[in-house]
């Protein structure tokens, strides 16, 4: 479980109103589950270069952990997104399937943005998820106007657990997230969209994300020849930009458990009868 940016995996481990997180629910059902912190988030130490960290950076951190544990299915939110689709292409033998929670598209899908002198303005290009810029050399951080409406919108987003989950918001480098919304051409493009459609790949949005209309999500489930789910069509609704923490978490929790052991089970099916 890959988190975005500004998080660490606490979104994974528990919801801001005290129910287990999707770590749990995956495990319960069976799934071994590894909950990572991006470097300098969580337990992870932060480096002396943070500032100039990359989202390659935190992607070559993964791919160490994967050549660890062997192939796994990566589950990527966010700003976690592009980083999953840059392990498929790179350690291909190590992606088993990919699961993407509102994830941020490869920059290919991305107009390059100049920098903002403002740095924290987002611009309402919805068709470019509403980018935003940091200032390089600052910490970059989120106020709690900005949770409030861009990360814990929507009528799921548990009552009165706002501040909570503010709370669990760390700094970020200035560099993922320019890179996460390809400020001056900066972002982690794929060169070889087919080699990451080569496996099992989901995506999965609601309907109250103001920087992943269906519309949005829907480009980078073309390009790499994935499945969609636009939670309403599942009569599902409500769901903001954190999936994982809303009040019906649980719900979309066994969406993606029941895809997972549908889509591996049948490929491993597949494989058996092939060598057969």
Known sequence: MIHGACNTGTCFLTTPDGRPGWAHNFADSGLDTYVVDWPGHGRSPMRANFLTMSTRDVRDSIACLLRQIGPAILLAHSA???????????????VVAIVGISPGPPS?????????????????????????????????WVDRAFVQAHWFA????????AEKFFRSVVPESPTVI???????????????PYLVADR??????????????????????DLFNAEFVWLPSRNIHGNGHMLMVDSN???????????????????RAATVRQSD
């Open 80 to 94: 976690g997104g592009p980083i999953a689709w840059s392990l498929a292409e790179e350690l291909s033998d190590f």
């Open 108 to 140: 290919n899908l991305l107009q390059a943005m100049p920098p903002d002198s403002e740095g924290d303005t987002p611009r309402e290009e919805l068709d470019n998820g509403l980018p935003i810029s940091a200032r390089e050399g600052e910490l970059f």
């Open 154 to 161: 929507g009528p799921q987003a548990p009552a009165d657990a």
């Open 178 to 192: 320019n890179e996460r919304f390809n400020i001056d051409g900066s972002g982690l493009s794929i060169r070889e």
């Open 200 to 221: 099992p790949i989901l995506i999965v949005t609601g309907d109250s994300d103001p920087r992943h209309p269906r519309s949005f999500d829907q480009k980078t489930a």
């Open 249 to 267: 978490s649980h719900v979309v929790a066994q969406l993606v458990i029941n895809w997972i052991k549908e889509r591996t089970m049948k490929d």
